[in-house]
């Protein structure tokens, strides 16, 4: 994968998403048909889970060269959660194998592709991420990981080796939760080396 500019990241993000969204919307037809068992679906699932976390997770890093170990831990603990999430969904599907629908399975799935936004974003912030209060799509707002905020920002200060950010959590055009709204225009400092790569907007929230 090349190096991909910030402004870039949205949009490769979405690509990303649609891919996995065509590969879940497959998995879920094929369990359905009977042509694969609940266990391969379930195996299936998680591998490309794991396959599409990581290529996210290097679309918010700006490539997979720059993820570094710590960044790895982080991914390595959002895939355990999920894999929780996926076997309890495998396990409802099995109760309600008599009942569930096509359209309930491939729902359900998709929510593991809206998962990919707040990796992505986590990875985007870097080593600001700690300076913070919270990050688009962490989960803090009521649209969850589908938010459509961004924090904009825009260097203010440089003393001796440390330069300083002025962030501003900004709505785009999309339909706002409450949270979100009463975040508009909140600002933060956050400071990093003078010559660090800093992004000039952290928020990677996207739809299908």
């Not at 996926?86 to 799935?109: C, G, M, N, W």
């Not at 912030?125 to 300076?131: D, S, Y």
């Amino acid at each position: 994968m090349p190096y991909i500019d910030n402004d870039d990241k949205g949009i490769a993000l979405k690509a990303t998403m649609e891919r996995y969204a065509q590969v879940t919307d497959n998995l879920a037809e094929q369990l359905t048909a009977g042509t694969i068992s609940l266990g391969t679906w379930e195996e299936t699932m998680r591998a490309e889970l794991k396959r599409f976390t990581r290529i996210a997770a290097s679309v918010g890093a700006g490539s997979p060269e720059k993820l570094t170990r710590r960044q790895a831990g982080t991914i390595g603990a959002h895939l355990k959660g999920q894999y929780k999430w996926l076997h309890d969904f495998s396990q409802a599907i099995y109760e309600k194998r008599d009942t569930i629908s096509l359209a309930a399975i491939r729902a359900r799935a998709r929510l593991y592709v809206h998962s990919l936004p707040k990796i992505a974003t986590r990875l985007q912030a870097g080593t600001l991420k700690a300076q913070f209060p919270y990050l688009p799509g962490d989960g803090s707002t009521q649209c969850l990981n589908q938010c459509r905020c961004t924090w904009e920002l825009s260097k203010v200060a440089e003393a001796e080796n440390v330069a300083s950010y002025s962030a501003t959590w900004t709505l785009h055009p999309a339909e706002h939760c409450p949270d979100c709204v009463g975040r508009d225009g909140n600002t933060v400092t956050v400071t990093a080396p003078i010559g660090a790569d800093v992004p000039s907007s952290i928020g990677l929230g996207t739809s299908l």
